[in-house]
Structures are given as structure tokens and as C-alpha cells.
């Protein structure tokens, strides 16, 4: 049995005051006390000291034009298309905060494509 390719794929959002707020709150709330992030989120720091927030699958919802994070709120998308390919799983959001700014990426495994061999003549 073969596993699926993981992907990650960056998209454009619209970044908020209210949603940079909620991300600076989190951020706030990870460095006092870990333990009181919200299930279905992780927080860490990359390598050069920038937040880094995981949000599971269980815990967003993507709709036409949005991405929904529970506890933290919507996440305009400027992508137009489909954001996950149909039957990927295994999805994941990730926010990371750079120099340019806020990068949103979405990471899932694609569905495997089985191709059946025909019948002998």
C-alpha cells in the first residue's frame, strides 16, 4: 500500500486587526502558560525566535472565500479555487509571523490515486 504525498500549499488571507489581535493574544497566552492553548492548537517558536501557530484539523472549518479556526476566529482567503484537493486528509493550518508578515500555509495529504490493472486479454 503506497502513502499519500504531503503537501503544503501557501495562500494569501486577509489579515484583520481583530484576527492579528486574537494571534498576538495566543501568542501572549503560550509564553505565560502553555497549558491554557486551546485543544487542536499548538504554538512554537522557529528557529530564528518567529510564532508559529498549528491548528488541527479538528478544530477549522473551511468555507468559499474562509477558514474558520475555532477560538481564534475567520481567516480571509484570497484564493478563489478549492483549497483542499477532494478526499486529501490529514489537514493542517499553519500561521507563521515573518518579517514580511503574516504567512498562512495549509499542509494535508493528497489522496492516493490507485490505478487497477487490466484485465488480460
Same mark, same amino acid.
Given at each position: ?7 503544503? +500549499?501557501? *495562500? ?16 501572549? +497566552? !503560550? ?30 472549518? +473551511? ?8 477560538? *481564534?476566529?475567520?481567516?480571509? *482567503? ?23 508578515? !503574516? ?19
Amino acid at each position: 500500500m503506497s502513502k499519500g504525498e504531503v503537501r503544503e +500549499t501557501v *495562500l494569501s488571507i486577509g489579515m484583520t486587526d481583530e484576527l492579528r489581535a486574537a494571534l498576538e493574544a495566543l501568542h501572549e +497566552t !503560550w509564553r505565560a502558560d502553555p497549558h491554557k492553548v486551546p485543544r487542536g492548537l499548538s504554538c512554537s517558536e522557529s528557529s530564528d525566535g518567529a510564532f508559529v501557530l498549528v491548528a488541527a484539523e479538528s478544530v477549522f472549518t +473551511t468555507l468559499p472565500g474562509a477558514c474558520v479556526v475555532k477560538g *481564534l476566529g475567520a481567516i480571509a *482567503l484570497f484564493e478563489t479555487g478549492e483549497v483542499f484537493p477532494e478526499g486529501a486528509h490529514s489537514k493542517s493550518l499553519i500561521l507563521r509571523d515573518t518579517p514580511e508578515g !503574516w504567512r498562512f500555509s495549509v499542509k494535508f495529504v493528497a489522496p492516493v490515486e490507485r490505478s487497477r490493472k487490466a484485465p488480460r486479454p
